[in-house]
């Protein structure tokens, strides 16, 4: 992809006409009410566009359209082969659309251009990708039934599938639901966060354009407690996908078993684990690995690598690797490409970050490097990889997401005081693991209670394995082909013969 220079996406930032509509039925529109909100750069505390404020009305329209949509079967009775050749179009034209879309994202969230570039804008594409050429490689089953009787188990499209996102990584996570979704033949409304609504409104044109019908892919801006709400009360919504904190996916469940015990599947927080044994095998690799695991995209990352647990012998060596480490990683202006840590989303995460780090020094932890905000002068809301040493795993800083850029280092003795820190928490998403010794490897990786373990990596892996959590972090999957589980109803059609 074409690299443009820091004075090119400032221009190319002047230069854009933002559109903040909701796209109902195959248009862009106004929310019902007229009423709009303002989505605010957190790079300079500028306004960046007028946001339709959708609310119950919009998605009552909204979901009546998906469910006559989904019922018609003009999407989700195409071949599989035809839907396929749809969602490959409408990759190639997210595809031919990055520049833009990477822009878009660093504007609205604050992350670094060359992060939406790189990483999140391609990622998403090829999510997209992905489930178009999985879809029609996929095969139901028949059922090891006796002589008389023939049994299909098959896997239909569930209706209509409303996916809440985050905003974090707004067009990857939305990706991750819409792409599995489109393709097992759902009709899709996709609820972006209020705080990072601009990608979302922005694909919904490009949908259409690759061959989607109209009403089968919906995008509904506006608040959780609004848009979000009403969705997931709903009689005629079918699924509720959800990513982002562990407070709001338990109310969807309420909501679900409130209203039409839709399917509700929650990716939420984590708080997990880092572990680094003296018998790792590249020190350096290994301290580098925890900064970046941490603090990539200013630490507002569910699996970040949040509690580093270090083996005792090697912290005197480690700790000074960790900090130097993290010289690579501080705040800049998001549109330079150099800039290697964005913005923090906006100034209410931003407080909510420094007064757990007001917490960590009153329950007596010790700041190590960072813990100020910084860039004061831009207008935005800055803060630079934050470590706190000599935390318990009781301290709040220990227990509870933080989401931002806030490391807490805890020391252990043995394999099995690891496991037992790795453990205490509510959440359950992911660990790291850093050893030389295969058995312990193994052994530890078996103990964890988390959705993903690494080993020798931290947060590795590409669109062909699950990603979710265990405990409070969820109860989903995204990637792989166990994702499509989600947005599909199992049916058992059975025959029975007359034998001669
Ligand atoms: P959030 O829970 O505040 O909001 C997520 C979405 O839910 C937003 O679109 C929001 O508008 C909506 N929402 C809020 N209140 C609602 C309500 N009452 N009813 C319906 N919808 C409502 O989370 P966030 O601050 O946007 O994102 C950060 C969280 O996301 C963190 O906890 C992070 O760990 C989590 N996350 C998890 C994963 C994962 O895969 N497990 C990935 C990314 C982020």
């Not at 520049?99 to 992060?115: H, R, V, Y």
């Not at 407070?247 to 969807?252: A, S």
């Not at 062909?464 to 499509?484: E, I, M, Y």
């Amino acid at each position: 992809m074409t690299q443009l220079t820091y004075l090119q996406w400032q221009q190319k930032a002047t230069e854009l006409n933002i559109n903040g509509n909701a796209y109902i039925n195959g248009e862009y529109t106004q929310a019902i009410s007229g009423l709009t909100f303002k989505c605010i750069n957190p790079a300079n505390g500028e306004c960046l566009a007028e946001i339709a404020r959708c609310n119950k009305d919009d998605v009552k329209l909204a979901v009546s359209i998906a469910k006559q949509t989904f019922e018609s079967g003009v999407w989700s009775r195409q071949a599989p082969v035809a839907r396929k050749k749809t969602l490959q179009k409408f990759a190639a034209l997210l595809q031919e659309n990055a520049q833009q879309l990477a822009l878009l994202e660093t504007l609205d969230m604050g992350k670094p251009i060359s992060e939406s570039l790189n990483v999140d804008i391609p990622s998403a594409i090829n999510c997209v990708n992905w489930y178009a050429e999985a879809i029609d490689k996929i095969y139901d089953e028949v059922a090891p039934t006796p002589e008389d009787q023939v049994a299909f188990i098959t896997r239909e499209a569930i209706g209509v599938v409303a996916a809440i996102v985050p905003w974090n990584f707004p067009l990857l996570m939305g990706s991750w639901k819409f792409a599995p979704a489109l393709a097992a033949g759902n009709s899709v409304i996709l609820k972006p966060s209020e705080k990072s609504p601009l990608t979302a409104i922005f694909i919904a044109q490009l949908a259409e354009e690759a061959g989607l019908p109209q009403g089968v892919f919906q995008v509904l801006p506006g608040f959780g407690h609004e848009v979000g709400e009403a969705l997931a009360l709903s009689e005629d919504v079918d699924c509720l996908v959800f990513t982002g904190s562990t407070t709001v996916g338990k109310r969807l469940m309420e909501y679900s078993g409130q209203s039409n015990m839709k399917r509700v599947w929650v990716e939420a927080g984590g708080k997990s684990p880092n572990i680094v044994f003296a018998d790792c095998i590249d020190l350096k690799k290994a301290a580098e690995a925890a900064a970046w695991g941490c603090f990539y995209n200013q630490g507002e990352v569910c699996v970040a690598g949040t509690r580093l647990l270090i083996e005792e012998s090697i912290k005197a060596e480690f700790m000074p690797l960790l900090i130097a480490a993290c010289q690579d990683i501080q705040p800049g202006d998001p549109l330079d490409p150099a800039t290697s840590m964005g913005a923090i989303v906006d100034d209410n995460q931003l407080n909510q970050v420094l007064h757990y780090i007001d917490i960590g020094n009153e329950q007596g932890a010790n700041i190590i490097t960072g813990g100020q905000q910084s860039m004061q002068q831009t207008g935005g809301y800055f803060l630079g990889p934050t470590i706190f040493d000599n935390v318990d795993n009781e301290m709040c800083i220990a227990q509870e997401e933080i989401f931002g850029p806030v490391m807490a280092v805890i020391s252990f003795t043995d394999a099995a005081q690891a496991i037992t820190i790795a453990n205490d928490s509510k959440f359950g998403l992911a660990a790291g693991i850093w050893t030389a010794d295969l058995n312990k490897s193994h052994n530890v990786a078996k103990a964890l209670r988390a959705g993903s373990v690494w080993i020798n990596n931290y947060n590795g892996g590409d669109m062909t394995v699950p990603f979710g959590g265990f405990k409070q972090s969820g109860n989903a999957r995204d990637k792989s082909l166990h994702a499509l589980d989600k947005y599909t109803e199992l049916k058992t059609t059975l025959i029975q013969l007359e034998v001669e």
